[in-house]
């Protein structure tokens, strides 16, 4: 019996249901492979979804082209599969879509023009699984930038980025040095949510990095906080983990621009771990200072 079938089986309750349907949610479930429940061990060992090809044809083929028409079609004799939501053009060259994405980030003039411009861009495969684009929240224009890691379940359904409990945690550890929504920009590495919440793939993370670039220049802030470990490393471009890189001043170069940056603990190590929000107010403090200089 395949386990879905199974699990619905053991399950008492509608509420029990709707939890199981929650979790496949949060886990990145986008799509079922088949309408109806069938036994897949019983078939051999041909992968679930095997008898499904892509029809190059109909897939986009060039970086921005738009994706709506790309199907999954059936084998001849097999059932059709059931309608799926139209997917982005994710199988880009990690390079391929970066190269575009730096094309059409530079041409951007203003934040509306590039969160224009992100809706449009089909190279990073993140886009096919999340529901909205998490692009900025807080102010157009800011001293201080905030720069996490992805957008999770709260911000794919609210389309903003740190807006769960990490979020209420991120707001209230600006507010003890002063500072609330209208003073900050907070985006992320990443703007579309990485399914299951899983850390962004280095790939995922170079096809937004162009965008990441101009939203900084745009912004013009005077320094930038990388908030917890995946953050740092993609915008520090280092491999060591948070607890080395937290606490330390360093320079980022965006475009003609220095910029001083630092990177702090990230506010859902912080919920899981409130012995470490100590490390995190010695952060704070320093980028208080440095505000204020
Ligand atoms: N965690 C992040 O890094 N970013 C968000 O937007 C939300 C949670």
């Known amino acids: 019996m395949p386990l879905i079938s199974m699990l619905m089986t053991k399950l008492a309750s509608r509420e029990e249901m709707l939890a199981l349907l929650d979790w496949f949610q949060a886990m990145g479930v986008d799509a079922a492979v088949d309408d109806s429940s069938c036994d897949w061990l019983a078939r051999g060992p041909k992968a679930p979804g095997a008898d499904y090809v892509w029809r190059h044809s109909e897939v986009p083929s060039t970086p921005g082209e738009s994706a709506a028409n790309a199907r999954i079609s059936p084998r001849p004799g097999t059932a059709a599969p ?5 997917r982005a053009a994710t199988p880009l060259g990690a390079s391929e879509a970066e190269i575009g994405a730096r094309k059409i980030a ?6 509306e023009a590039l969160e224009t411009a992100l809706r449009e861009f089909d190279g990073c495969g ?3 699984t999340a529901t909205k684009l998490c692009f900025y929240r807080g102010a157009a224009k800011a001293d201080l930038m905030i720069v996490g890691e992805a957008p999770g379940r709260d911000e794919d359904l609210e389309g903003k980025p ?9 707001d209230k550890m600006l507010s003890t040095i002063g500072l609330g929504e209208p003073d900050v920009h907070i985006t992320n590495i990443v703007y579309w949510r990485p399914p299951g919440n899983r ?7 170079l096809a937004c990095r162009p965008f990441l670039e101009r939203q900084i220049e745009l912004v013009e802030p005077k320094i930038v906080v990388a908030v917890g470990g995946a953050a740092a490393k993609e915008l520090f471009g280092v491999a060591e983990g ?3 890189l937290r606490g330390k001043w360093r320079n980022v170069t965006i475009g003609e ?4 940056a630092i990177a702090t603990l990230h506010p859902a190590y912080l919920l899981r771990t409130p ?19």
């Open 106 to 111: 530079r041409q951007a003039t203003s934040l």
């Open 257 to 260: 621009r220095t910029i001083a």
């Open 199 to 205: 850390t962004p793939t280095p790939q995922e993370a």
């Open 82 to 86: 059931p309608a799926a939501r139209p």
């Open 126 to 128: 993140l886009k096919a």
């Open 275 to 293: 012995a470490a929000k100590q490390l995190a107010w010695q952060d704070l403090l320093q980028i208080r200072s440095k505000i204020r200089a």
């Open 162 to 170: 740190f807006v769960g409990r990490a979020g209420q945690l991120l």
């Open 242 to 244: 948070i607890m080395r």
